[in-house]
């Protein structure tokens, strides 16, 4: 019984690293597949309005991918005349970096009687924003943008052939077809919900920030508030990232300390109101994950395929579970990755007499 427990152990570490070479290694063809699939469920309501008007399938998707992507380009042309006007700015704000740098340093060596930081560190530092650096970022956003241009294809073929891969996955399980449907329509409710509420929540975030770069004075007052809100889709590490440049912003272009000190305690502010009020009203509790699972699946997401990983292994936690509760011996797994704390037996004593107190009448 044992030796039997020890193989099957075996075989399931070793699909896992074959699991995670093959999702490694081919991201190139999973991450747009993946995203195709998510954006199938988001536009799967719109495209089925369009069906029951007596539009035929294929037109109804179309339409629902057209009206999806032209929303996308306006939003994309708007911020592309921001971000021009910024990267006409950046020798600009390279030249304040280096000045302000090379004063805090000098200001360093004088307290410390000279010889801590050498004279060129400020130029090494700025080595790191040269042309070599900003080629590579823009083929890697290059590859990124064609990787895109795969997705509203993936969409297409996954809307039309819905019935297809359905009576497929009825076929090929071995229990009820009815239970497979019903797992398939709760994993796309989950999908579903959890990427039109966080999109509500870009909007509610991205107005809140830009409002107040607005109030602030920042020229590019859209394009960070944008980003701040983009970049708050990846939890716990998105919002670090967009506050240290947008604060870097605004320390290289002010003569004071006050605009960055109120810019980080601002964001800090929108982040608290994001994560206590915004997102459990607008999304609610659809993704019944706890936070360790969400951190484990931003990290090994990130590692895996990057930026987009971040974001979709989020849901798919949530899948994986709602997965794991269906599946025969996998229940004690499925609850390792919830958020149904139990009550203990010392808590339960500590309410009791918390309880008695409060119904003790005063002297």
Same mark, same amino acid.
């Given at each position: 019984?044992?030796? =039997?427990?020890?193989? +099957? ?7 896992? #690293? ?18 195709? !699939? ?29 009206? &999806?992507? #032209? ?9 592309? +005349? ?37 004279? +060129? ?11 070599? +650096? ?9 590859? $990124? ?10 969409? &297409? ?15 090929? $399980?071995?229990?009820? $077809? ?71 912003? #605004?320390?290289?272009?002010?003569? $004071? ?59 798919? !936690?949530?899948?994986? *579970? ?18 149904? #704390? ?13 309880? =008695?107190?409060?119904? *003790?009448?005063?002297?």
């Amino acid at each position: 019984m044992e030796r =039997r427990k020890l193989q +099957n152990w075996a075989y399931g570490l070793i699909v896992l #690293v074959l699991g995670t070479i093959v999702l490694k290694e081919g991201s190139f063809l999973f991450v747009p597949l993946v995203w195709g !699939v998510f954006f199938s469920f988001t536009l799967y309501p719109i495209a089925n309005w369009l069906e029951l008007k007596r539009i035929p399938r294929g037109v109804a998707i179309v339409l629902s991918i057209l009206l &999806f992507t #032209v929303f996308v380009v306006g939003v994309f042309y708007l911020l592309l +005349n921001q971000m021009i006007g910024l990267i006409k700015e950046i020798p600009e704000i390279g030249e304040n970096l280096k000045s302000k740098l090379g004063d805090y340093f000098e200001q360093i060596n004088t307290l410390f009687g000279g010889g801590i930081i050498a004279d +060129n560190r400020s130029t090494e530092i700025w080595s790191y924003l040269s042309p070599e +650096n900003l080629n590579k970022t823009l083929f890697a956003t290059g590859k $990124s943008l064609t990787l895109g241009g795969i997705i509203p294809l993936y969409v &297409f073929l996954l809307m039309y052939y819905k019935d297809f891969f359905a009576e497929f996955l009825a076929k090929v $399980s071995k229990g009820p $077809s009815d239970k497979v449907l019903n797992w398939v329509g709760q994993s796309g409710y989950v999908i579903q919900s959890y990427l039109a509420g966080m999109f509500k929540v870009t909007i509610i975030v991205g107005l809140l920030a830009g409002l107040f770069f607005y109030f602030l004075g920042i020229e590019y007052f859209i394009l960070f508030g944008a980003f701040i809100a983009i970049m708050n889709l990846i939890p716990y590490v998105g919002v670090f990232i967009s506050s240290f440049f947008a604060i870097l912003y #605004v320390f290289l272009t002010s003569d $004071s300390y006050t605009e960055p000190i109120l810019t980080f305690g601002v964001l800090w502010g929108i982040q608290l109101l994001e994560n206590n009020l915004i997102t459990p009203l607008v999304v609610g509790s659809q993704v019944k994950v706890n936070a360790l699972a969400v951190v484990l699946a931003i990290l090994l997401g990130g590692w895996l395929w990057g930026v987009s990983g971040m974001v979709l292994f989020i849901p798919l !936690v949530g899948v994986l *579970k709602l997965t794991l509760e269906r599946t025969q011996g996998m229940e004690a797994y499925a609850y390792l990755l919830g958020d149904d #704390v139990p009550v203990t037996e010392a808590n339960e004593n500590y309410l009791k007499i918390l309880k =008695r107190k409060l119904k *003790k009448p005063k002297d």
